[in-house]
């Protein structure tokens, strides 16, 4: 089992920012990707970053140049420092991990979400 903790989320200006945080634990041999999605009322989901274990990132067009995803391999936990947040990033924010266990099985998780709510 692999078990994922999100924090960081919450109501800020418009300009503002916030970071995000998450943190994997359980059974794991070893990490490859870790992203960030995020889903508004009525909208799919969508992934706005991510990074690879070697540390190639990429990033959803809406968001390449505001945000920033980074990991600590340590610590298994990837961030995503968002800047000049806008209204239309509103959304709950998921963390996915996708590795290997230490029983050689995949691991494909996700966290339970945290809210970023952009609003004056």
């Known amino acids: 089992q692999v078990y994922l903790v999100e924090s960081g989320g919450g109501l800020v200006n418009p300009g503002g920012s916030l970071r995000l945080s998450c943190a994997a634990s359980g059974s794991i041999f070893s990490i490859d990707v870790m992203a960030w999605y995020r889903q508004a009322p009525g909208k799919e989901r969508e992934l706005v970053a991510l990074?690879?274990?070697?540390?190639?990132?990429g990033y959803t067009d809406s968001v390449r140049g505001r945000f920033t995803i980074s990991r600590d391999n340590a610590k298994n936990t990837v961030y995503l420092q968002m800047n000049s947040l806008k209204p239309e990033d509103t959304a709950s924010y998921y963390c996915n991990v996708q590795g290997v266990t230490t029983g050689r099985d995949l691991i494909i998780s996700w966290g339970r979400g945290t809210q970023v709510t952009v609003s004056s």
């Open positions: 990074i690879r274990s070697g540390g190639y990132t």
